[in-house]
């Protein structure tokens, strides 16, 4: 079963090998699949691909049946005998709250976000990080957690979709920002220019 998963991304090849059914007199092997759990059955040649794109579900059934009349032999009924869930590519995580939300915030304000979980895929999780100032490495970041903004001048976070199982044909999401502070300087007074006379 390839790939020998239970569950596949869209868009996936999918097939099946067998070993041969036994007995009989004059009997073969036939093999047929459908998809989405509906609809007629095609006929299957055994290591051919099928598509996934645009299925919910592949089945592949296999029966040995045929064989010679007045034999006494009773064929066997058709039998699944290879299957694979189709689950939609995955979809990043998007934004659910920013906090404040605003594009702007003073010195030494406290920002934190909170984000709508992505989706589809097979085995993938969500991941997040933020950096300070547009330069440098990024962190892990925990949703909803505060990020203290003094003595920086911008604050980012992204979020992404990956992990997913190997084989399973599905394609991660790449890091995209979800949020982001442009920090300012704490407000200061203002000053005198000219004083006339002076």
């Not at 020998?4 to 991304?9: F, G, I, K, Y």
């Not at 010679?68 to 066997?76: K, V």
């Not at 100032?133 to 962190?139: P, R, T």
Request: net charge neutral.
């Amino acid at each position: 079963k390839t790939p020998n998963l239970a569950t596949v991304c869209n868009g996936q090849t999918v097939s099946a090998t067998f070993n041969a059914g036994t007995g009989g007199v004059g009997c073969s092997d036939n093999y047929q699949y459908r998809f989405d759990g509906a609809g007629g059955w095609n006929a299957y040649t055994p290591g051919n691909n099928l598509n996934t794109t645009g299925h919910t579900l592949v089945e592949i059934q296999g029966q040995r049946s045929g064989c010679t009349a007045a034999a006494g032999c009773t064929g066997t009924t058709w039998a699944t005998l290879a299957s694979w869930t189709v689950n939609s590519q995955p979809t990043a995580p998007t934004l659910n709250t920013k906090t404040p939300n605003l594009a702007t915030v003073c010195d030494g304000q406290t920002v934190s976000a909170t984000f709508n979980a992505g989706t589809g895929g097979v085995g993938c999780t969500d991941s997040y990080q933020y950096r300070f100032d547009g330069a440098g490495g990024w962190n892990a970041y925990t949703p909803g957690n505060n990020l203290n903004t003094t003595g920086h001048t911008l604050v980012e976070i992204q979020g992404m979709r990956s992990g997913c199982t190997a084989a399973a044909g599905c394609t991660g999401t790449a890091w995209a920002t979800l949020a982001s502070w442009t920090v300012n300087s704490q407000p200061t007074a203002p000053t005198l220019n000219t004083k006339t006379p002076n």
